[in-house]
């Protein structure tokens, strides 16, 4: 009000005009900027990330205390879930630790207040491979069958498995591939014909909200 009386008793003169906008600058809500990094961006299943925020003013001035709100989508949701409230440190920043059981985009964000306007941080992506455990003998008569089996987590049905072997220096397919059932379990089975050290190993499929794995290499001795 008092720019405006200073603008109108000055009749628009410009030095009146500027103190207007100079008035409505210094009442003005603060702009916050937010920013949102990881350690990493794919992790492990079960392996936590580390989340970093900051939240700063125009003028890189860190903001203590602001409440801030953690949330997150998984892939296919259209909503955002906050699963964390808490607030920025005497620097600015915010970290925690983050485990998460399927790939998921994060991001943080702040309330407006009278004082400063609210913010939020951009849409990042962490990517979550999947277990895989893998059981199979050390060993197998010549022309028997030959059956693997283990587990992927987290529990998925559907994902797809698949059997390699090493051959003339490439890895190759080895076998029908098969899926996993509602427990998160597969079964395979391959028949050799010769007697000789055979090299596998099992590929888990990717899915949306799952990143792939492969096994480690194993030998069975064919006898």
């Given at each position: 009000?008092?720019?405006?009386?200073?603008?109108?008793?000055?009749?628009?003169?410009?030095?009146?005009?500027?103190?207007?906008?100079?008035?409505?600058?210094?009442?003005?809500?603060?702009?916050?900027?937010?920013?949102?990094?990881?350690?990493?961006?794919?992790i492990a299943y079960g392996i936590p990330v580390n989340l970093k925020g900051v939240f700063q003013l125009?003028?890189?001035?860190?903001?203590?205390?602001?409440?801030?709100?953690?949330?997150?989508?998984?892939?296919?949701?259209?909503?955002?879930?906050?699963?964390?409230?808490?607030?920025?440190?005497?620097?600015?920043?915010?970290?925690?630790?983050?485990?998460?059981?399927?790939?998921?985009?994060?991001?943080?964000?702040?309330?407006?207040?009278?004082?400063?306007?609210?913010?939020?941080?951009?849409?990042?992506?962490?990517?979550?491979?999947?277990?895989?455990?893998?059981?199979?003998?050390?060993?197998?008569?010549?022309?028997?069958?030959?059956?693997?089996?283990?587990?992927?987590?987290?529990?998925?049905?559907?994902?797809?498995?698949?059997?390699?072997?090493?051959?003339?220096?490439?890895?190759?397919?080895?076998?029908?591939?098969?899926?996993?059932?509602?427990?998160?379990?597969?079964?395979?089975?391959?028949?050799?014909?010769?007697?000789?050290?055979?090299?596998?190993?099992?590929?888990?499929?990717?899915?949306?909200?799952?990143?792939?794995?492969?096994?480690?290499?194993?030998?069975?001795?064919?006898?």
């Amino acid at each position: 009000m008092a720019g405006l009386a200073a603008w109108t008793l000055g009749w628009e003169d410009l030095a009146a005009s500027e103190a207007v906008r100079t008035v409505g600058r210094a009442i003005a809500p603060d702009q916050v900027v937010s920013t949102l990094t990881f350690d990493t961006n794919e992790i492990a299943y079960g392996i936590p990330v580390n989340l970093k925020g900051v939240f700063q003013l125009q003028d890189k001035q860190p903001i203590s205390g602001l409440p801030v709100h953690l949330e997150i989508r998984t892939v296919g949701e259209a909503s955002w879930r906050e699963i964390l409230q808490t607030a920025t440190g005497p620097d600015g920043t915010v970290i925690a630790p983050l485990t998460l059981g399927n790939s998921t985009f994060v991001r943080l964000r702040s309330d407006a207040s009278w004082e400063r306007l609210g913010s939020q941080s951009s849409e990042l992506q962490v990517f979550v491979k999947g277990k895989l455990s893998v059981n199979a003998p050390t060993s197998s008569p010549v022309g028997s069958q030959i059956l693997i089996h283990g587990t992927v987590q987290p529990k998925r049905t559907g994902v797809e498995i698949s059997l390699e072997r090493f051959v003339s220096g490439a890895w190759k397919p080895s076998g029908a591939k098969t899926q996993t059932d509602i427990s998160g379990g597969y079964s395979l089975s391959v028949t050799e014909t010769t007697r000789t050290p055979a090299r596998y190993r099992v590929i888990m499929g990717n899915d949306e909200k799952i990143a792939g794995q492969v096994g480690a290499v194993f030998t069975i001795v064919i006898y």
